[in-house]
């Protein structure tokens, strides 16, 4: 069972309310680094032993994270940029699509998925 609590990560009540002090994992998937960074503390606070995965878009900011406790640190646009090059050197080695065509069918199967939900949430 996964419990997830949606507020701002630097509220103190809604830190509350996710429970963290028990919690297996604690996940800080948002953009604003200060408010991760408070999270982070107040996590580690009620428990140095619940282990937190969080996102940052600066080299700096994921650096901060790591150094105040953070178990893991996601940059998606690094990891982003380094499939794709890494699917361009597969590429450029063999001359052929084939692995980069089966990435990319499975892609596209996704982006329609969530093309669909963001057109029924947002009605686009």
Do not use: W
Not at 5 to 17: Q, S
Not at 25 to 40: F, G, M, R, W
Not at 96 to 124: A, C, I, M, P, W
């Amino acid at each position: 069972r996964i419990n997830s609590t949606y507020g701002e990560a630097d509220d103190t009540e809604v830190l509350g309310k996710a429970n963290t002090k028990d919690a297996r994992l604690v996940v800080l998937a948002i953009p604003n680094n200060k408010a991760s960074l408070k999270a982070l503390s107040a996590i580690k606070k009620a428990n140095k032993q619940t282990p937190v995965f969080a996102r940052a878009h600066y080299y700096s900011d994921a650096l901060t994270l790591y150094k105040e406790g953070a178990e893991f640190v996601c940059m998606p646009h690094v990891i982003g940029g380094n499939v794709f090059l890494k699917n361009i050197g597969k590429f450029l080695d063999s001359g052929q699509l084939s692995t980069v065509v089966n990435l990319q069918d499975e892609f596209l199967r996704y982006l329609e998925e969530k093309s669909n939900e963001e057109k029924q949430h947002f009605g686009v």
